[in-house]
Nanobody, 115 residues
Framework: VQLVESGGGLVQPGGSLRLSCAAS????????ARWFRQAPGKVRESVGF????????NYVDSVKGRFTISRDNTKNTMYLQMNSLKPEDTGVYYC?????????WGQGTQVTVSS
């Protein structure tokens, strides 16, 4: 099982980024998935969830209306579209998928929101 995030970078407040999580080594289309983030000095928090077929999503209150999680099961890839970015969105973003019996994480991608 491998999860590889990409798409992070430095962006000004109000800007946008799209993160990707490329999955391999398991039946991606059968698994629910999550995005997490960890800001400096803080605990890792869940950003949002997407069901295996993409039909159900939910988000932490702080990103509702700004972030959108989607997936393309034909490409074994999950996405996190982030709009109207704020400095408090800065952190390392991780994708997370539970493939029984192990909870897998990617290596993370850094997002920095700063002017």
């Amino acid at each position: 099982v491998q999860l590889v995030e990409s798409g992070g970078g430095l962006v000004q407040p109000g800007g946008s980024l799209r993160l990707s999580c490329a999955a391999s080594g398991f039946a991606f289309s059968t698994k629910n998935a999550r995005w997490f983030r960890q800001a400096p000095g803080k605990v890792r928090e869940s950003v949002g969830f997407i069901s295996s077929d993409g039909g159900i999503t939910n988000y932490v209150d702080s990103v509702k209306g700004r972030f959108t999680i989607s997936r393309d099961n034909t490409k074994n890839t999950m996405y996190l579209q982030m709009n109207s970015l704020k400095p408090e969105d800065t952190g390392v973003y991780y994708c997370n998928i539970f493939v029984e019996p192990t909870n897998y994480w990617g290596q993370g991608t850094q997002v920095t929101v700063s002017s």
